[in-house]
């Protein structure tokens, strides 16, 4: 397996690395609106059938083959269960235990498993300052997760169960995330095998609300039709084919970085339209987050390299 060569500081996986991060960090209030009348797995099941809609239609746009052969359309089956029915629906009944936010922060430990099953199957190298940034992150991780824990006053059992099923989430993810890093997933055309995923997934999430819910159930407003269409388009159909694309640049545990940064952006959402109060275990846990970052991603310093009694300093290339 080929290691994945580019940075993350490079301007072409810093973009699409810092939008998918924007956005994903603003879902996490949008989720909380659908949680009321219609039962979650509903509203996950709407959110990717939009995101599947948009997908085919972006992908006729771009006049692309819409038929993949077995081999690649079981691949998306594969991909869409564990990304958009697993992972959703794990994180969609979470909320129903413990507070956005804690999921949110619980979901940052995402960095964890990509990284482990990055190297197990993928070859990905990992780096000493890696894992002394992540190492970093994951303590800020922790102090923002005791912040959130003690903010909502929530029973044990509730934290117990909301916790196992955002671990659930995390790890379904990460599977997927991993899947997208492999020799096969880079061959097939990102944007109709992401639109084949959504689809299997939408339809998988279909089957499972049925089962267990009844028919489907929808909430006539326009807050909660916006809200899944927010989701559908914006914070699936657009995010998605960016952040696979930083896993097929940079590896999935670089991109996991996302995941750290997503709750610190999801509190100052949540500062401007909540009247969320930070408070100084949030504050110190968000800034020694972001040292981890730092020292994760930074580039070492280029060697001399010496011919003769010339010296020369050689570029680094992204």
């Given at each position: 397996?080929?290691?994945?060569?580019?940075s993350?500081l490079?301007?072409r996986?810093?973009?699409p690395?810092?939008?998918?991060?924007?956005i994903?960090?603003?879902t996490?209030?949008?989720?909380?609106?659908?949680?009321g009348?219609v039962p979650p797995s509903?509203s996950?099941?709407?959110r990717?059938a939009?995101?599947a809609?948009?997908?085919f239609?972006?992908a006729?746009?771009?006049?692309e083959r819409?038929?993949p052969?077995?081999?690649a359309?079981?691949?998306a089956?594969?991909?869409g269960?564990?990304?958009f029915?697993?992972?959703?629906?794990?994180?969609?009944?979470a909320?129903q235990?413990?507070?956005?936010g804690?999921v949110a922060?619980?979901f940052a430990l995402?960095i964890v498993?990509?990284?482990?099953l990055?190297?197990?199957?993928?070859?990905t190298?990992?780096?000493?300052?890696?894992l002394?940034?992540a190492?970093?992150?994951?303590?800020?991780?922790?102090?923002?997760i005791?912040h959130?824990?003690?903010?909502?006053?929530l029973d044990?059992?509730a934290v117990?169960i909301g916790?196992?099923?955002?671990l659930?989430?995390?790890?379904?993810?990460?599977?997927?995330?991993?899947?997208q890093?492999t020799h096969?997933?880079r061959a097939?055309?990102?944007i109709?095998m992401i639109?084949?995923?959504?689809?299997?997934?939408a339809?998988?999430?279909?089957?499972?609300?049925?089962i267990?819910?009844g028919?489907p159930q929808?909430?006539?407003?326009?807050?909660y039709?916006?809200?899944?269409?927010y989701?559908g388009?914006?914070?699936?159909a657009?995010?998605?084919p960016?952040?696979?694309g930083?896993i097929?640049?940079v590896g999935p545990?670089q991109a996991?970085?996302s995941?750290v940064?997503?709750p610190?952006?999801?509190?100052g959402f949540?500062?401007?339209?909540?009247g969320y109060?930070?408070?100084?275990?949030?504050i110190?846990?968000?800034?020694?987050a972001?040292?981890?970052?730092?020292i994760?991603v930074a580039?070492?310093p280029?060697?001399?390299?010496v011919s003769g009694?010339?010296?020369?300093?050689?570029v680094e290339s992204?």
């Amino acid at each position: 397996m080929t290691a994945p060569s580019a940075s993350l500081l490079s301007p072409r996986v810093l973009l699409p690395f810092a939008l998918v991060t924007l956005i994903w960090g603003s879902t996490w209030i949008v989720i909380k609106g659908q949680l009321g009348i219609v039962p979650p797995s509903w509203s996950v099941t709407y959110r990717f059938a939009v995101a599947a809609a948009a997908m085919f239609a972006f992908a006729v746009v771009r006049r692309e083959r819409l038929t993949p052969g077995p081999r690649a359309l079981a691949f998306a089956a594969m991909l869409g269960v564990a990304q958009f029915a697993f992972n959703f629906n794990f994180v969609y009944r979470a909320e129903q235990h413990i507070t956005s936010g804690l999921v949110a922060v619980l979901f940052a430990l995402l960095i964890v498993p990509n990284t482990l099953l990055g190297r197990l199957f993928l070859r990905t190298p990992i780096e000493v300052r890696f894992l002394a940034g992540a190492g970093i992150a994951i303590v800020g991780v922790a102090m923002m997760i005791l912040h959130e824990y003690h903010a909502a006053a929530l029973d044990a059992h509730a934290v117990l169960i909301g916790t196992a099923l955002t671990l659930s989430g995390v790890l379904s993810a990460s599977i997927s995330n991993v899947m997208q890093g492999t020799h096969f997933a880079r061959a097939q055309s990102m944007i109709v095998m992401i639109a084949w995923a959504m689809l299997f997934g939408a339809l998988a999430d279909g089957a499972f609300a049925w089962i267990t819910t009844g028919p489907p159930q929808i909430e006539a407003t326009p807050a909660y039709i916006g809200g899944v269409l927010y989701l559908g388009v914006i914070a699936s159909a657009v995010t998605f084919p960016l952040y696979f694309g930083v896993i097929r640049a940079v590896g999935p545990g670089q991109a996991a970085w996302s995941s750290v940064l997503i709750p610190i952006i999801a509190m100052g959402f949540s500062t401007a339209l909540e009247g969320y109060h930070w408070a100084p275990l949030s504050i110190a846990g968000g800034a020694v987050a972001l040292v981890g970052l730092v020292i994760a991603v930074a580039k070492r310093p280029a060697k001399p390299s010496v011919s003769g009694n010339m010296v020369s300093m050689p570029v680094e290339s992204d």
